[in-house]
């Protein structure tokens, strides 16, 4: 019988990871670590864009000043500017009679959860009953809307400023601005920004404030309407200050801002796979190391080099699928839906198909790569060397 022309059994490689049951559970974990670690970052990277591209409605043109740039906390319009764009902007979609035309106030203040308590930075936007007209992602989960001394929390607000979900339950008090404020209710906004914010009736938020000015106002277009009437507004009305802006735009405006952050995330990706492969290659030297007689014997018996070079492979190849395996598993039951704090506000982790794929692809790629070093090394070993090594 010739086994030169033969490939070593399938059984053969998985019975060699069984017999070393140690070195294959402290290699699994190592492996798991290291993919784990590529589906937290492209997880974030996921959730940060998925939340961007959320937010965004194409319908919506946002109106707010000039010397703001992309930082709508720092613009102030007139409170008559509402009115004047109702008045003279054409396009404007009217619901129930209603001109979807929303006057908001958004700020970054501290809030408080106990008396005295003053270092947690959250979001409040001030609104009219117009804003949920306007922003269509909005949706009341529980509760109802605010009343006067009263603001609604969205579903992710308990992430930005670092407490328990359940200590912003309906029914329960926070402070800012030098107010105390009850939470009426709890929103969700599929996934848009909107879920870090706390909304409070514009009125009670500029008296709180003592400030009349507004920081921007939203409108709602007629579905496929230009925004050109509303940026000719903006620019006839020079002694405004005023630039149009349609949502989707501010929003992908600020992806273009946080492009150097995805990008060192994309980086660090990068990094942790080549460290892994490193390790990878460490942890397989060992273990051929320790099997050079075993190698040099099949050698002898009449396995070619080739064979054995696939055998050797797919152990690690196994192995390191397993641990892409396990990590996906514990990445999905434990990561995905995670609530994590940024600037822009908050977001959810997102263990999608971008992130199996780069987590799976990952421990393949530490699986193929990590065995071929060592093993040709070992093969390259001449055989009666081989057969006395201890």
Known sequence: MILGCRLLPWEYGVRNLLR??????????????VVLLVFV????????EASLVSSGDPDVVLV???SAAESIENSAVSSSTPALLSGNVGGVQRIYETRAVSPELFLGTRIALEEG??????????VTTVAPLVRRQVRIAEGRWPGEGEILVGKLAFAK????????????????EGREWTISGRFTAGGAAFESEFWCRLPDFQQA????????????????APAAE???FCKERVDLELQA????????????????????????????????VFAGLNLMYGSVAGRIREIATLQTVGYRRRAILISLIQEGTLLAAAAAILAGVVAILFLNGIAVRFTMGAFVLRVDSVAVLAGCGTGLMLGIVGAVPPSIKALRVPIVESLKAI
């Not at 308590?117 to 001030?126: A, D, F, I, P, Y």
């Not at 400023?161 to 800012?176: D, S, T, W």
């Not at 405006?253 to 080549?274: C, E």
């Open 64 to 66: 707010y000043s000039q």
């Open 20 to 33: 070393r049951p140690s070195r294959t559970l402290l290699t699994l974990l190592a492996l798991t670590i």
């Open 117 to 126: 308590e003053s270092n947690r930075l959250g979001l409040v936007r001030g």
């Open 161 to 176: 400023i670092g407490c328990p979900p359940e200590r912003l339950g309906v029914g329960q008090k926070v402070r800012f």
């Open 245 to 276: 802006l349609r949502e989707i735009e501010y929003y992908a405006s600020l992806q273009k801002h946080y492009r150097p952050v995805r990008m060192l995330a994309w980086l660090v990706v990068w990094l942790v796979a080549g460290a892994g």
């Open 230 to 232: 509303v940026e000719l």
């Open 209 to 224: 404030l003592k400030r009349q000015d507004l920081s921007l106002v939203a409108l709602l277009l007629k579905s496929g």
């Open 41 to 48: 970052v492209v997880a974030f990277i996921q959730g940060l």
